[in-house]
């Protein structure tokens, strides 16, 4: 096959690429079939067609963590850490507004006796995160415990972990008892797919929390 004749059909921006392949392998006649180079080429847009997974799994929260790093332990101070893990990456923004993960302000409420939850105490936040209840009545007094804390997101673990900080209000009980601290995600929490938690998993630690 002379090059004028494999030219014949092609443009000439096409003729110029096949020049430069035929100068570049030495003319070997091999490398310009390019029936076989554009067969590779649709053979690879298949296989990434067929690799392209569409998510349809809602997202849940699947652990539930309150560890004391305070100086008070059984108590909700500053220093302690809520870290609640989830089953697959989330949508950040559904959780608060342009975050990307980085350490941000929020503030944390400890509640008192709350009705909706057996006259428990709670934990609620700032932010479409969820609610917690702490399965005790003895981690707060009237009129609530409020702290400042600082968000991060573990894109190792999907996890959030929130360190509390200073008291913005105290009224922080001490409990020596062990309680079943259950979380109740936000139905605005949505994975990066934005499809919606599945509200009706609610992990539960049990544990002296804070
Ligand atoms: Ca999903
Ligand atoms: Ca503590
Ligand atoms: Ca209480």
Redesign the pocket.
């Known amino acids: 096959m002379s090059v004028h004749s494999f030219n014949a059909g092609l443009s000439w921006r096409s003729a110029a690429v096949v020049f430069l392949v035929l100068f570049g392998y030495g003319m070997k006649a091999s490398i310009v079939d390019t029936s076989a180079v554009m067969s590779d080429l649709a053979l690879a847009a298949a296989n990434d067609v067929e690799t392209a997974v569409w998510d349809t799994t809602p997202p849940t929260a699947t652990s539930i963590r309150i560890t004391n790093g305070g100086a008070a332990s059984n108590a909700p101070d500053p220093g302690d850490v809520i870290t609640i893990g989830f089953s697959e990456p989330i949508d950040l923004t559904s959780i608060k507004s342009g975050w990307d993960g980085t350490a941000t302000t929020i503030t944390v409420t400890i509640g008192?006796?709350d009705k909706s939850y057996s006259d428990n105490?709670t934990v609620t936040f700032n932010v479409n995160l969820g609610i917690i209840d702490l399965g005790g009545?003895?981690?707060?007094?009237k009129p609530n415990t409020i702290l400042d804390a600082s968000m991060v997101w573990n894109d190792k673990q999907d996890k959030v972990e929130i360190t509390l900080g200073a008291y913005s209000r105290d009224k922080a009980?001490t409990t020596t008892a062990r309680t079943d601290a259950t979380f109740y995600p936000d139905p605005a929490v949505q994975d990066t797919g934005r499809i919606s938690i599945d509200t009706a998993v609610t992990p539960v630690k049990t544990d002296r929390h804070f």
């Open positions: 008192d006796n105490d009545a003895e981690y707060t007094g009980g």
